[in-house]
């Protein structure tokens, strides 16, 4: 167990829709870091987050958003949902700020859109 | 554009081999290298490499970084049918780990 916490564990929805992953860093852990995980495309980076601020964005749809709250929980929003954005999504957490330090990840929010 | 790519993409072997996973990457602002181990859900961390030649070693599993060479390999020793898993090497820069393809290893008893 990483003290990595996401939920929900599964999502279920349909094409158009929007959803709410929700993911709390292990304790002490300032950044916050969203992936996905598909087949086809392995694991990707999304967006990181230190400290409620945006730090560094990968491969992320405009249809995605995210945002760290002040107790450092995160949220990533993804709307207008399609058949391709099933996937696994992954949340990690580190200590430091951009890369510095290794990253321990949540067990995953498994997206079906249907 | 950062890329990270892992070979051999599968390797099947026969409980007690040896097996050298590779990992080679080609990314700006390189700060370390990093592998992970995937089972069922979410990746575990095994190591991160910052410098060159220094070898680590968790149990059976080692891992040594070339920056000269820009790769990286993992060593599994006298493999058990429990080492049998996705592993994933990453390149962490200054923003980002990007990670690899990954290489499927199964061990057979």
């Known amino acids: 167990d990483s003290g990595v916490t996401q939920t929900p564990k599964h999502l279920i929805t349909a094409t158009g829709q929007r959803v709410t992953l929700r993911c709390s860093p292990r304790s002490g852990d300032l950044s916050v870091y969203w992936y996905q995980q598909s087949l086809d495309q392995g694991l990707q980076f999304l967006i990181q987050y230190y400290n409620g601020e945006e730090r560094a964005k990968g491969n992320i749809l405009e249809r995605f958003s995210a945002q760290q709250f002040p107790d450092l929980h995160s949220e990533l929003n993804l709307s207008s949902l399609e058949l391709g954005d099933s996937a696994l999504y992954f949340c990690a957490s580190s200590v430091r700020d951009r890369g510095l330090g290794e990253q321990y990840f949540g067990p995953g929010t498994r997206l079906t859109v249907t | 554009e950062d890329k990270v790519v892992q070979s051999p993409l599968s390797l099947v072997v026969h409980e007690g081999d040896t097996v050298t996973l590779n990992c080679s990457y080609e990314?700006?602002?390189?700060?370390?290298l990093l592998w992970y181990k995937q089972e069922k859900k979410a990746p575990t961390f095994l190591f991160m490499l910052t410098s060159s030649g220094i070898e680590k070693k968790s149990g059976r599993l080692s891992s040594i970084l070339d920056k000269k060479e820009l790769s990286s390999i993992l060593n599994i020793t006298a493999t058990q049918t429990g080492d049998s898993a996705i592993y994933l090497c990453a390149a962490l820069t200054a923003q980002k780990l990007v990670f690899g393809q990954g290489t499927r290893l199964t061990i057979n008893p």
């Open positions: 990314v700006t602002n390189f700060r370390s």
